[in-house]
Nanobody, 114 residues
Framework: VQLQASGGGLVQAGGSLRLSCVASINIFSFNAMNWYRQAPGKQRELVAVITSRNSASYAGSVKGRFTISRDVAKNTLYLQLNSLKVEDTGVYYC?????????WGQGTLVTVSS
């Protein structure tokens, strides 16, 4: 399974971005799809999860500001980032998990300036 993430960039604090992650196969088969991020000098952390039943959950630091969604017809996972903060800066990775799958995208860099 290949995952291609995109949508990162430079944005001012308070701004918005939408990240996308296109899968090479039908995403309906995945048990869950996730977004992680890794800030400079820090460990990778889980940001948001969406299950095969479209149940979403978020890290406390992004809850109410980020929204995870997926479009099965387009084999695409999204992460809408609103009210961005400087501390949201990092490389964002998409991840797909199934019975025999644990695949990662290449990451897309989000930089939030003050």
């Amino acid at each position: 399974v290949q995952l291609q993430a995109s949508g990162g960039g430079l944005v001012q604090a308070g701004g918005s971005l939408r990240l996308s992650c296109v899968a090479s196969i039908n995403i309906f088969s995945f048990n869950a799809m996730n977004w992680y991020r890794q800030a400079p000098g820090k460990q990778r952390e889980l940001v948001a999860v969406i299950t095969s039943r479209n149940s979403a959950s978020y890290a406390g630091s992004v809850k109410g500001r980020f929204t995870i969604s997926r479009d099965v017809a387009k084999n695409t996972l999204y992460l809408q980032l609103n009210s961005l903060k400087v501390e949201d800066t990092g490389v964002y990775y998409c991840n797909a998990r199934g019975a025999l799958t644990d695949s990662w995208g290449q990451g897309t860099l989000v930089t939030v300036s003050s």
